[in-house]
């Protein structure tokens, strides 16, 4: 079974600064995804970010990026120029790229809160 | 493009007593999910649904919790009797997800959309 990691239960950052959410995962397969999603207070899980794990090239998104190391089976989150709007959780998450139904599924980690001073 | 909706957003009872959830998720999805958050947790899988069968329930406490997907669309989560320990929130998730094909062939990213999820608190 697959299992992911966040180690740190809480970050804070200043305002305009850039952070870094850290995740690792244990898996026997070659093929799957990595994502990155954000819950507000509003509990509605927003995805921010995903890597497929075929490719070399880490994701980005506008002020998000990824550090994804297969080897290691590490997959971080960075967020540059801070905005309060990015105080929320960040959950990493991942999915096995097996077409088999029950495998569609994703596996959390718990989480980490991250606060952002003005 | 509407959501999926969930209701209703909190519920209060008492443990022993029965609770149901409501969700509706986006038109023409076909796969549907229940999770559940407890405080300081990540989300768990309770069960998945794809159209109207069931893929997975692996991890639904089924001496308490049982689901249904009327005629593929809408589900109902249920828990009777409740426990102290089922307090959480409880995420409802869909996906277009079609029928699989063979075992093996790789998957298209398929995107999931969440709803606000159902606080539940058992006292």
């Known amino acids: 079974a697959q299992t992911v990691t966040q180690s740190q239960p809480e970050m804070s950052v200043q305002e305009a600064e850039t952070v870094t959410l850290s995740c690792t995962y244990d898996t026997s397969e070659s093929d799957y995804y990595l994502f990155w999603y954000k819950q507000p207070p509003s509990r509605q899980m927003i995805l921010v970010i995903r890597q497929e794990a075929y490719k070399q090239q880490n994701a980005t998104e506008n002020r998000f990026s990824v550090n994804f190391q297969k080897a290691a089976k590490s997959f971080s989150l960075k967020i540059s120029d801070s905005q309060l709007g990015d105080a929320a959780m960040y959950f990493c998450a991942y999915r096995s790229a097996l077409w088999a139904g029950a495998n569609s599924k994703l596996t959390f980690g718990k989480g980490i809160t991250l606060s952002v001073r003005p | 493009e509407a959501g999926v909706a969930q209701s209703p957003r909190y519920k209060i009872i008492e443990k022993r007593q029965s609770v149901a959830f409501w969700c509706n998720p986006i038109s023409g999805h076909a796969t549907l999910y229940w999770y559940q958050q407890i405080l300081g947790q990540g989300p768990k899988l309770l069960i998945q649904?794809?159209?109207?069968?069931?893929?997975?329930d692996s991890q639904l406490p089924k001496d308490r919790f049982s689901a249904e997907r009327l005629k593929g669309v809408d589900s109902t989560l249920k828990i009777q009797p409740a426990k102290l320990e089922d307090s959480a929130v409880y995420l409802c998730?869909?996906?277009?997800?079609?029928?699989?094909?063979?075992?093996?062939?790789?998957?298209?990213?398929?995107?999931?959309?969440f709803g606000s999820g159902t606080q539940l608190s058992v006292l």
């Open positions: 998730a869909s996906s277009l997800y079609p029928p699989p094909p063979p075992l093996g062939a790789v998957a298209t990213n398929e995107k999931l959309f």
């Open positions: 649904f794809q159209n109207n069968g069931v893929v997975d």
